[in-house]
């Protein structure tokens, strides 16, 4: 049943993730701002094809890595697996659950990284300082959904144990 709702969030940030990933792109320059350096020019720069390339194939591996396990649980390829979280195990729902919502936190991630490039290349409009809560938002979200995951094993290794 949980799982329904992380499918629901995941694909919900898919859009969330291109949308905002369209949206700025097409309001960014030919040259994008990565960091923002010391120096007078600015920080480094890239090319906006290469970003925005770039982004795409970093949401393509990330959702291939994150959803490939929770596909291989539900459709039962992986028979190891399927022996440790058969079907009406609860554990089973928690998992898969876990990883359609990690696939979900990579791509808001994602998301946000995108809204960052579009704050530092727009500086007149959006002060990325304003937006700083954002930015780290993104290692916190990924330590709380790797500790989750470590405490959906132990909870898991004291069903087999028992």
Same mark, same amino acid.
């Given at each position: 049943?949980?799982?329904?709702?992380?499918?629901?969030?995941?694909? +919900? %940030?898919?859009?969330?993730?291109? +949308?905002?990933?369209?949206?700025?792109?097409?309001?960014?320059?030919?040259?994008?701002?990565?960091?923002?350096?010391?120096?007078? %020019?600015?920080?480094?720069?890239?090319?906006?094809?290469?970003?925005?390339?770039?982004?795409?194939?970093?949401?393509?591996?990330?959702?291939?890595?994150?959803?490939?396990?929770?596909?291989?649980?539900?459709?039962?390829?992986?028979?190891?697996?399927?022996?440790?979280?058969?079907?009406?195990?609860?554990?089973?729902?928690?998992?898969?659950?876990?990883?359609?919502?990690?696939?979900?936190?990579?791509?808001? %991630?994602?998301?946000?990284?995108?809204?960052?490039?579009?704050?530092?290349?727009?500086?007149?409009?959006?002060?990325?300082?304003? +937006?700083?809560?954002?930015?780290?938002?993104?290692?916190?979200?990924?330590?709380?959904?790797?500790?989750?995951?470590?405490?959906?094993?132990?909870?898991?290794?004291?069903?087999?144990?028992?």
């Amino acid at each position: 049943m949980y799982h329904r709702f992380g499918k629901a969030f995941y694909y +919900f %940030s898919i859009f969330i993730f291109l +949308f905002l990933l369209l949206y700025f792109y097409s309001a960014m320059s030919e040259q994008v701002i990565y960091n923002l350096g010391e120096s007078e %020019s600015g920080g480094g720069r890239i090319g906006k094809d290469s970003l925005f390339y770039g982004l795409i194939g970093a949401f393509i591996l990330f959702n291939v890595i994150a959803i490939f396990p929770a596909k291989m649980l539900e459709t039962k390829t992986h028979q190891k697996m399927h022996r440790i979280f058969p079907l009406g195990d609860p554990y089973r729902d928690y998992m898969l659950t876990w990883f359609y919502s990690f696939g979900g936190v990579l791509n808001v %991630s994602l998301g946000i990284m995108t809204f960052y490039f579009h704050a530092i290349n727009n500086q007149e409009g959006i002060s990325s300082d304003y +937006f700083n809560v954002f930015f780290y938002l993104i290692p916190v979200l990924l330590v709380v959904w790797i500790i989750g995951l470590v405490a959906l094993f132990v909870g898991k290794a004291k069903q087999l144990k028992a």
